[in-house]
């Protein structure tokens, strides 16, 4: 396997795409300081699973990719492609040229390919697990990897020899079995308390789920009797209601006789009602697309504010982020601090550990000496003694007890005696007592069921008197419906400006879609009067009344250009700049039936005066016609209008003949006077409404009274039906009682006759303890000779045995603050590392708010232009709903003479109506019984009323249903859903039974492979140690001319943890540790422990990073002398500014800054 090229896009510090070719032998990258050289060596480290920022010199993740410059944008992505050849098969692949590319966006996304297929992290690392490549691999050596060689810690440098032992891949093994491992545990901890929880249950389910069947069983008997009482209620109403619907049929063909006649006019009018319909729908369509539209126009207004909200919420969010950023850095650098003090502390208790352990081996080998054989044997001899005399003593100790226990047997069954006769007595008392309130609930139930009676004719009544409250809130809501038709006729047609000039009407629509510059408005509406002046006053102005007040007499032109080219006909305009008339206060007519000036009795703006003056100048309101000629004749001058709306002007001339009917005036006065009775309408039918819900309410409060005296009723039943239960239980307890007694009396005769038995066993086994007694005082003298011979030794093996305690507890209590310690030491550390993901987390928040920001900002730009073009779409919908009203209002204007006509017809079917409203409450009251049943019936049990099979329905009454229910309730709270609750647990018991016996199996399983991938570790790092300390020892000598070194594992006892300790001696100086060396010495033996582990297991490559900076020109000259001599071995890639380094490369790559802060590459072949 060869590395053949590496190719850089957005990489750092390049930009461009940048493809560099390495030949076989040796390849040197050179350039000056800050060019980027190193990260051509940060870019293999990157491509090959690299995830520390911290060993690719960055801050964060992101900051791999290309930041831009003055002169060029940032890119919006990284990418590195390196490519090896596979002749060899040294890769478990079939392709001949393997070709592993990264790439990670700026929005964090990162992704692995493998000759161009998608592929994980995971992928690539077991590619090259045991090649010597990869990011822990020692391919790329820089002066991180010399410093690890170099470190204090033997630890460090035991990566590099794993990854040439090929134990990294049986690492990566014990990892994936170690983390199978901890969740095989973790799920069978899980599994275990799940199956203590059922098992707690199984036996609570068994006894609810028997119960469960036997309520189901109830249920469905209590369902027979409920459905067949609920069937013969419902038979009943059925037969109401078809009485009922006969009168109802007879209202009915009453109604059609009259709306025959009714008919007969409408039939006129049907064709230009249709026609109105259709007017009518065609503006509420409009309408209604208007009112979607414009809820859409307030929803996005809504939607606005409710982004400008959110655009808030984010700017406080980038805030947040930034102070946490803040926080983060703080805590970063105590746990540096902390991890400094926590080794110091480590250290010095490992030192005094390994102390305590040795003293203690000492004092347990010195007491391993004394000997106290003889003593034992005695001290069992007195022992087994000390056993028989026990075995006698508990044996004549039981007798005693048995005695005791029989006396205390006696003792109890008196007692149990005198108080199961105290027992009889008190039953037979309460046997009494039960009596006498059992006669007392039966006088109790016979008064409350005459109040339930009493209470049930008293909501009979009341339910009628609700019914005719109903038929009286039903006729007044028909005569609400009819003001209210009659209102909007009115409307419509002062609204349409029916009975006007041609010419008025076109005016007013056009002005009121503002097609006019300046303002007008009729002499009509800027007036009004006293209803009773209302005839008087528009006689006296007549055609006046469609006059157009506009402001000023130019601006009569516009108008009257429209109505000529539209050929409208003439209208009448008064500009007021034109009107400068005096005011009537300066005569005065004295008589009872003038009342006044016409222009005195209406209402109006000051600013119209001069107009009124004109228009009604001089004329008087009189109360009658005679009163107008009478007093004309004293005063010719005036013109005078009678309340009748006869008139005598003042020339003498006469109007007048039948009444005249008010239209424009009185039209207004009946609008007001229709709102007026509306209202008045509608506040007594708000009224009868209230009523209604008081009287329904007073019906509610006596209804719970009503069930309260039920349930008191069935309270009492049942107090009665326990009572009686009671008595029964009591003359059964009676009875027991007696037997119990007499049993009792039996026991104690046979109890005294046993205790002359007892007697006699306790004598006996007295004499035999006394016998035991004697050998025992003969045998404790030997063992007071014995005693008094190892007096001496027990007194030295105490002291110790003290200071062996006082060591123990010292060592324990020191390893558990050494292990605390390291757990700290850990945690800081684990902190630490995970600080980078921290800061990247936070970054990629910060950027999503910011992307989260411009998109709602996009978002109010397009909110804005729909609210501006709506704006447009309400007016064109304007103009739609005019041209609709003008063709609608002439057909209005040819409907409203025979409106009147209907009206009079339809109040004589109302009349026939009402009488209907009657029959139809009667059938809507049974209608709703009925519908309940068939409801009840449905949501209780989902049967359908009408499919329900009478010879399936039994004979049943209340009681029977009753009964049933007190047995339901007698069971208590069931659970229907244990029954399938316990065969369900039964079943998952047995699943889950099972699978912790495979889960079990699992984890020997997964032990044994941890045990087998350790000891394999264990062998194929101590042989390829031994290698590599031969070629170590070679290879320094090399190049130092002479002198030795040597490595050696830590602890030989713990190889798959140890770390690897060095020793060195350059020639004329003494073996010495490699931290006393000289800081090139140091260096050049780390680079020969480098060489030596690519001499056991060369790899493909090596990229060496400067790692010769440390040399002086001596020590550098050996160091490419040794290079030159292995360079046809494995492929060399040496990244330096050293020209000595430089003169055994056969290629040279020269990497400068042609454009500040992006790198481009020059090549040079050497032959």
């Given at each position: 396997m060869r590395l053949n090229k590496l190719i850089l896009k957005g990489f750092k510090s390049f930009a461009n795409r940048t493809e560099i070719v390495f030949t076989p032998g040796v390849t040197t990258v050179v350039g000056p300081n800050g060019s980027g050289k190193s990260n051509i060596s940060d870019a293999v480290r990157w491509v090959l699973g690299e995830q520390s920022n911290k060993s690719l010199r960055a801050n964060k993740a992101s900051d791999v990719i290309f930041q831009g410059t003055e002169e060029k944008k940032a890119l919006g992505y990284a990418q590195v492609s390196i490519i090896f050849s596979n002749d060899d098969n040294a890769l478990p692949v079939e392709y001949q040229e393997v070709e592993v590319t990264r790439r990670m966006y700026r929005s964090g996304e990162s992704e692995f390919l493998i000759n161009n297929k998608k592929a994980r992290m995971k992928d690539v690392r077991e590619l090259f697990l045991d090649t010597g490549v990869g990011k822990d691999g020692y391919s790329i050596i820089g002066q991180g990897r010399i410093d690890e060689i170099l470190s204090n810690k033997p630890e460090d440098r035991r990566a590099i020899f794993e990854e040439a032992s090929g134990v990294s891949k049986y690492r990566y093994k014990k990892e994936e079995s170690l983390r199978k491992l901890e969740k095989t545990e973790a799920n069978l901890l899980r599994i275990k308390d799940i199956l203590y929880e059922i098992e707690q249950n199984e036996a609570r389910l068994k006894g609810e789920s028997e119960k469960a069947r036997e309520y189901k069983g109830l249920m469905e008997e209590y369902k027979k009797v409920d459905v067949s009482i609920s069937y013969n209620a419902y038979e009943k109403i059925e037969k109401n209601l078809l009485k009922f619907t006969a009168d109802k049929d007879r209202l009915i063909d009453d109604l059609k006789l009259s709306e025959i006649k009714n008919k007969e006019v409408e039939e006129s009018a049907a064709p230009l009602q249709a026609e109105l319909k259709k007017y009518e729908a065609l503006i509420d369509e409009i309408k209604e697309q208007r009112n979607k539209d414009l809820r859409d126009f307030d929803i996005n207004r809504q939607k606005l504010e409710i982004n400008k909200e959110k655009l808030r919420s984010i700017e406080d969010k980038v805030l947040d982020n930034k102070l946490k950023e803040k926080e983060h850095e703080n805590k970063l650098l105590e746990s540096e601090e902390k991890i400094k003090t926590l080794t110091l502390v480590k250290k010095s208790s490992e030192e005094t550990l390994l102390?305590?352990?040795?003293?203690?081996?000492?004092?347990?080998?010195?007491?391993?000496?004394?000997?106290?054989?003889?003593?034992?044997?005695?001290?069992?001899?007195?022992?087994?003694?000390?056993?028989?005399?026990?075995?006698?003593?508990?044996?004549?100790?039981?007798?005693?007890?048995n005695k005791n226990s029989q006396n205390q047997k006696l003792k109890d069954i008196e007692k149990k005696i005198r108080d199961?006769?105290?027992?009889?007595?008190?039953?037979?008392?309460?046997?009494?007592?039960?009596?006498?309130?059992?006669?007392?609930?039966?006088?109790?139930?016979?008064?409350?069921?005459?109040?339930?009676?009493?209470?049930?004719?008293?909501?009979?009544?009341?339910?009628?008197?609700?019914?005719?409250?109903?038929?009286?809130?039903?006729?007044?809501?028909?005569?609400?419906?009819?003001?209210?038709?009659?209102?909007?006729?009115?409307?419509?047609?002062?609204?349409?400006?029916?009975?006007?000039?041609?010419?008025?009407?076109?005016?007013?629509?056009?002005?009121?879609?503002?097609?006019?510059?300046?303002?007008?408005?009729?002499?009509?509406?800027i007036f009004n009067c006293d209803e009773k002046y209302s005839l008087a006053i528009e006689s006296a102005l007549q055609s006046n009344l469609q006059a157009i007040v506009i402001d000023r007499d130019d601006d009569a032109k516009e108008y009257i250009d429209f109505l000529k080219k539209n050929n409208y006909g003439r209208a009448t305009f008064y500009p007021l700049n034109r009107y400068n008339f005096k005011s009537n206060e300066n005569y005065n007519i004295n008589d009872k039936d003038a009342i006044g000036f016409a222009s005195e009795l209406i209402n109006y703006d000051k600013k119209y005066d001069n107009l009124f003056n004109s228009l009604l100048q001089r004329t008087v309101v009189t109360t009658t016609f005679d009163a107008a000629l009478r007093i004309s004749k004293a005063h010719k001058?005036?013109?005078?209008?009678?309340?009748?709306?006869?008139?005598?002007?003042?020339?003498?001339?006469?109007?007048?003949?039948?009444?005249?009917?008010?239209?424009?005036?009185?039209?207004?006065?009946?609008?007001?006077?229709?709102?007026?009775?509306?209202?008045?309408?509608?506040?007594?039918?708000e009224d009868a409404k209230k009523l209604l819900i008081n009287k329904e309410e007073e019906i509610k409060s006596e209804k719970i009274s009503y069930d309260k005296l039920n349930e008191d009723i069935l309270s009492i039943n049942e107090k009665i039906n326990t009572a009686k239960k009671e008595i029964n239980s009591l003359e059964i307890n009676i009875t027991f009682a007696q037997r119990d007694i007499s049993e009792a009396k039996t026991q104690v005769e046979e109890i005294n006759k046993s205790f002359e038995a007892l007697d006699e066993h306790i004598s006996q086994g007295n004499n035999?303890?006394?016998?035991?007694?004697?050998?025992?005082?003969?045998?404790?003298?030997?063992?007071?000779?014995?005693?008094?011979?190892?007096?001496?030794?027990?007194?030295?093996?105490?002291?110790?045995?003290?200071?062996?305690?006082?060591?123990?507890?010292?060592?324990?209590?020191?390893?558990?603050?050494?292990?605390?310690?390291?757990?700290?030491?850990?945690?800081?550390?684990?902190?630490?590392?995970?600080?980078?993901?921290?800061?990247?987390?936070?970054?990629?928040?910060?950027?999503?708010?910011?992307q989260n920001k411009e998109a709602l900002e996009n978002e109010n730009t397009s909110i804005m232009d729909f609210l501006k073009k709506n704006e447009e779409l309400e007016q064109e919908y304007i103009d739609k709903i005019n041209q609709k009203t003008d063709e609608k209002e002439k057909v209005l204007s040819k409907i409203f003479d025979l409106q009147n006509e209907i009206k009079a017809c339809q109040e004589g079917i109302i009349a026939i109506k009402d009488e209907i409203n009657k029959n139809e409450v009667l059938l809507a009251r049974n209608e709703v019984m009925k519908d309940n049943i068939k409801e009840k019936l449905s949501n209780d049990y989902f049967i359908n009323v009408e499919n329900i099979d009478k010879e399936s329905l039994v004979k049943a009454s209340t009681k029977d249903l009753k009964e049933l229910q007190e047995k339901i309730d007698a069971l208590g709270d069931v659970s229907l859903s244990s029954i399938k609750e316990y065969e369900d647990t039964l079943t998952r018991l047995e699943f889950l039974r099972k699978q912790y016996d495979d889960m079990q199996d699992s984890k020997e399983d997964l032990l044994n492979i941890i045990d087998d991938i350790d000891e394999t570790i264990k062998i194929k790092f101590k042989d390829n140690f031994n290698i590599i300390q031969g070629y170590f020892s070679e290879i320094f000598q090399n190049l130092f001319g002479g002198g030795e070194a040597k490595i050696y594992i830590s602890d030989e006892n713990d190889i798959l943890n140890s770390g690897i300790e060095i020793e060195a001696r350059p020639p004329g100086k003494s073996m010495q540790s490699l931290s006393l060396l000289s800081g090139g010495e140091k260096t050049l033996t780390a680079i020969a422990l480098l060489f030596a582990v690519l001499k056991s297991k060369p790899s493909p490559f090596c990229i060496l990073d400067e790692i010769d900076a440390a040399l002086d020109d001596a020590n550098i000259s050996k160091y490419t002398a040794?290079?030159?001599?292995?360079?046809?071995?494995?492929?060399?890639?040496?990244?330096?500014?050293?020209?000595?380094?430089?003169?055994?490369?056969?290629?040279?790559?020269?990497?400068?800054?042609?454009?500040?802060?992006i790198s481009s590459i020059l090549s040079m072949k050497l032959t």
């Open positions: 102390n305590l352990a040795n003293e203690l081996e000492k004092l347990k080998n010195e007491n391993a000496s004394f000997d106290r054989t003889s003593y034992d044997d005695a001290i069992n001899m007195g022992m087994e003694l000390d056993k028989k005399i026990e075995a006698l003593r508990l044996s004549i100790e039981n007798y005693k007890n199961k006769e105290n027992d009889l007595n008190k039953q037979n008392d309460e046997f009494k007592k039960y009596n006498e309130e059992l006669n007392d609930l039966n006088n109790l139930f016979s008064k409350k069921e005459e109040l339930y009676k009493k209470a049930k004719d008293d909501i009979t009544e009341k339910v009628d008197d609700l019914a005719k409250s109903k038929e009286n809130y039903f006729a007044m809501e028909n005569d609400l419906r009819v003001l209210q038709k009659s209102y909007e006729m009115h409307k419509n047609l002062e609204e349409n400006l029916d009975g006007y000039y041609r010419s008025v009407k076109e005016i007013s629509k056009a002005a009121k879609k503002n097609y006019f510059k300046s303002n007008s408005r009729l002499v009509v509406d001058q005036y013109r005078y209008v009678s309340l009748d709306g006869q008139i005598i002007n003042s020339s003498g001339s006469i109007v007048g003949g039948s009444q005249v009917k008010s239209s424009f005036i009185s039209r207004k006065h009946m609008l007001n006077k229709l709102m007026d009775e509306i209202n008045e309408k509608k506040n007594a039918l035999d303890l006394d016998a035991l007694n004697k050998e025992k005082e003969e045998h404790e003298k030997k063992i007071e000779q014995e005693k008094e011979l190892i007096k001496g030794f027990e007194e030295e093996k105490e002291r110790r045995n003290e200071k062996l305690l006082q060591i123990s507890v010292e060592k324990s209590t020191l390893e558990l603050k050494l292990e605390k310690t390291v757990e700290d030491i850990a945690f800081s550390e684990e902190y630490i590392a995970r600080s980078n993901d921290i800061k990247e987390s936070l970054a990629n928040d910060y950027k999503e708010l910011n040794y290079l030159d001599r292995i360079k046809d071995e494995t492929q060399f890639i040496l990244i330096t500014h050293r020209k000595v380094t430089m003169e055994i490369s056969d290629a040279i790559y020269g990497i400068t800054m042609k454009e500040k802060g």
